[in-house]
């Protein structure tokens, strides 16, 4: 299972465009055109050992241009704020929590640092280990979201917007609301695929809420959010583990039907003690 459109790039180029892309999680048409290059003929240059020499040139603005066309409209990727991204099959959710407006979409690269941020404040307390070794693996990798032949990771946030600014010498007509570009990263899913093509019909998720912001439905509705996503992607079972001291955790994921799928003994070494990891599953397509 992956998002990747394996096989499926009309030409060289398109393919080009579309890994580079995915490795740099977000790219400006001006970046593309300086780092894309295709196979521009043959090269004047002699051939060593009787091997004939392609030389690499950039494609013409055309080129890339209808390329960034195609692959927009197959839906490969998407223009947000002038710059292209992997793009996903998925709309934004708002709800009203006692803080203010909640926007839950797909997170994009500026996303980054409150995804991390946030998943490093949720385990403060060391109760939920996978998020933090996900918050460490995202501080290296050089995109949020990911999705190519070897793996799928997938990321969606909660963002608390701004309040509209309060303007009396501003129409209403004029006034502009603020953009899911804007505010703060108070929630996260996360959906990581395995590459071992007998897995990819499984992921691991986890899921999480600032605390500061907890107990008001976020949680609830990134968790419907994310399990809608990866059903219409096609994963048949959702996985996450979790030792077995997070009372919180595991009552929510009870809560919303996930099921024990078993336990590893002394799995986690927490405050000199030995904590067991409970292993839960939940299969999007029976809920």
């Known amino acids: 299972m992956s998002v990747y459109p394996t096989g499926s790039f009309e030409n060289e180029l398109q393919r080009r465009i579309y ?19 295709v196979d521009g003929g043959h090269s004047d240059s002699k051939p060593a050992r009787s091997r004939a020499y392609t030389e690499s040139v950039p494609p013409t603005e055309d080129e890339l241009q209808t390329c960034l066309e195609t692959l927009q409209a197959e839906g490969y990727l ?17 709800l009203e929590c006692d803080e203010g407006a909640i926007v839950i979409r797909p997170a994009r690269e500026e996303d980054r640092a409150g995804v991390v941020e946030t998943m490093r404040t949720v385990a403060e307390d060391e109760t939920y280990v996978v998020a933090e070794n996900v918050a460490m693996e995202l501080d290296r990798e050089s995109a949020l979201v990911r999705a190519n032949e070897a793996r799928s990771r997938i ?9 509209p600014e309060d303007d009396e010498t501003e ?8 953009s899911a570009t804007d505010g703060d990263v108070v ?32 949680g609830s509705s990134l968790l ?10 096609g994963y048949q079972k959702l996985y996450q583990n979790v030792p077995a001291t997070n009372d919180d955790t595991l009552a929510f994921l009870d809560e919303h039907g996930w099921q024990r799928d078993g336990e590893h003994e002394g799995q986690y070494c927490l405050d000199g ?12 397509d029976s809920e």
């Open 171 to 178: 129409s209403s007509e004029e006034r502009t609301e603020p």
């Open 273 to 284: 003690e030995l904590v067991d990891e409970i292993m839960l599953a939940v299969w999007p």
């Open 19 to 37: 890994e580079y892309v995915e490795r740099n999680g977000a790219v400006t048409p001006a970046e593309l055109a300086r780092s894309i290059k």
């Open 224 to 233: 419907e959010y994310g399990l809608e996503w990866a059903s219409n992607a």
């Open 187 to 218: 929630g996260w899913l996360h959906i990581d695929a395995p590459a071992l093509p007998a897995l990819r019909h499984t992921a691991e998720l986890t899921v999480g809420v600032d605390p500061q912001y907890q107990r008001q439905g976020i």
């Open 155 to 163: 990321v969606f946030v909660a963002i608390l917007m701004p309040e």
């Open 78 to 94: 998407t223009d947000v704020d002038g710059k292209f991204r992997i793009a996903l099959s998925a709309t934004t959710v708002d």
